[in-house]
């Protein structure tokens, strides 16, 4: 064999070598996910590597609060995202006449009551002030809270979205204010007590299963369904093969390790 006949078939080689890389490249399916706080973010950096081998390039892109990913979604601007519990994405959809729907369960997160004034809720002032979500669902999950302890009663008929208006007893005439879900963790130092969601208040520092004084999820059986964080899609994308490639490859043992370990066990798999 000449050298002149080797030297093509090395060619040849890397030719097709290249051409093989370049069309494994062109392969490769484009996901976008859309989350909230950075422990998502851990999360879902986790799932972007697993995915590589299934073929899809995940990129994930960080909001600021609970709005914006859902409308990043309805325009098209990310094609899922998984942040919010089906209560909210619900409440979403009926305001903003959104068509939103999830495609499959993450995780349970807790709602939790912190405050940096006392150690026992029992031990909150007459006239104390607390901090809730201001949105319908974490801001109704946040009285429900409340009530499960003994501190307010609520009208049974306000069901699972109860607001300040139907609480319809007060024992410690307890101030109690709505403020951006993403802002109460911020304000904790300036009140009584806050009820602040699972991830800004480990965004800030807060582990909840030490810090908080009560955990909603301490009486699981007493968590709706509709508490269940989802991931989230436009109704016309809902049997969009990658998209359920990419639920089914976070429904793994391996994202519930994950789970385990960055925040603490306090969020809970939800897709079993």
Same mark, same amino acid.
Request: hydrophobic content about 40%.
């Given at each position: 064999?000449?050298?002149?006949?080797?030297?093509?078939?090395?060619?040849?080689?890397?030719?097709?070598?290249?051409?093989?890389?370049?069309?494994?490249?062109?392969?490769?399916?484009?996901?976008?996910?859309?989350?909230?706080?950075?422990?998502?973010?851990?999360?879902?950096?986790?799932?972007?590597?697993?995915?590589?081998?299934?073929?899809?390039?995940?990129?994930?892109?960080?909001?600021?609060?609970?709005?914006?990913?859902?409308?990043?979604?309805?325009?098209?601007?990310?094609?899922?995202?998984?942040?919010?519990?089906?209560?909210?994405?619900?409440?979403?959809?009926?305001?903003?006449?959104?068509?939103?729907?999830?495609?499959?369960?993450?995780?349970?997160?807790?709602?939790?009551?912190?405050?940096?004034?006392?150690?026992?809720?029992?031990?909150?002032?007459?006239?104390?002030?607390?901090?809730?979500?201001?949105?319908?669902?974490?801001?109704?999950?946040?009285?429900?809270?409340?009530?499960?302890?003994?501190? $307010?009663?609520?009208? /049974? %008929?306000?069901? &699972?979205?109860?607001? #300040?208006? =139907?609480?319809?007893?007060?024992?410690? *005439?307890?101030? $109690?204010?709505?403020? /951006? %879900?993403?802002? &109460?963790?911020?304000? #904790?130092? =300036?009140?009584?007590?806050?009820?602040? *969601?699972?991830?800004?208040?480990?965004?800030?520092?807060?582990?909840?299963?030490?810090?908080?004084?009560?955990?909603?999820?301490?009486?699981?059986?007493?968590?709706?369904?509709?508490?269940?964080?989802?991931?989230?899609?436009?109704?016309?994308?809902?049997?969009?093969?990658?998209?359920?490639?990419?639920?089914?490859?976070?429904?793994?043992?391996?994202?519930?390790?994950?789970?385990?370990?960055?925040?603490?066990?306090?969020?809970?798999?939800?897709?079993?």
């Amino acid at each position: 064999m000449n050298k002149k006949f080797l030297g093509l078939t090395a060619g040849l080689a890397l030719f097709l070598a290249a051409c093989g890389s370049e069309t494994a490249t062109e392969e490769s399916v484009k996901v976008s996910v859309g989350v909230v706080s950075e422990v998502e973010v851990e999360v879902w950096e986790d799932v972007k590597e697993r995915l590589v081998d299934q073929g899809i390039e995940l990129t994930i892109e960080q909001f600021g609060d609970y709005v914006q990913p859902n409308l990043a979604a309805q325009a098209g601007d990310v094609d899922i995202n998984a942040f919010q519990h089906v209560a909210y994405l619900e409440s979403f959809n009926a305001d903003n006449d959104g068509d939103l729907t999830h495609i499959g369960y993450t995780y349970v997160s807790p709602l939790g009551l912190y405050s940096e004034k006392v150690e026992d809720y029992a031990d909150l002032a007459d006239g104390a002030e607390i901090i809730i979500p201001n949105d319908v669902t974490n801001g109704g999950r946040a009285l429900l809270l409340l009530q499960a302890i003994d501190l $307010i009663t609520l009208d /049974d %008929a306000a069901g &699972t979205e109860p607001t #300040l208006n =139907d609480i319809t007893d007060n024992p410690k *005439n307890l101030v $109690i204010k709505d403020l /951006d %879900a993403s802002q &109460t963790a911020r304000a #904790l130092p =300036d009140v009584d007590a806050a009820v602040i *969601n699972t991830n800004f208040a480990t965004d800030s520092g807060l582990v909840p299963s030490e810090d908080a004084l009560f955990l909603d999820t301490d009486n699981i059986s007493e968590v709706s369904e509709i508490y269940k964080n989802v991931v989230a899609t436009r109704a016309d994308d809902a049997d969009n093969e990658t998209y359920l490639k990419v639920v089914a490859e976070y429904q793994t043992e391996a994202t519930a390790k994950k789970l385990e370990e960055v925040t603490q066990g306090n969020d809970v798999p939800a897709w079993d």
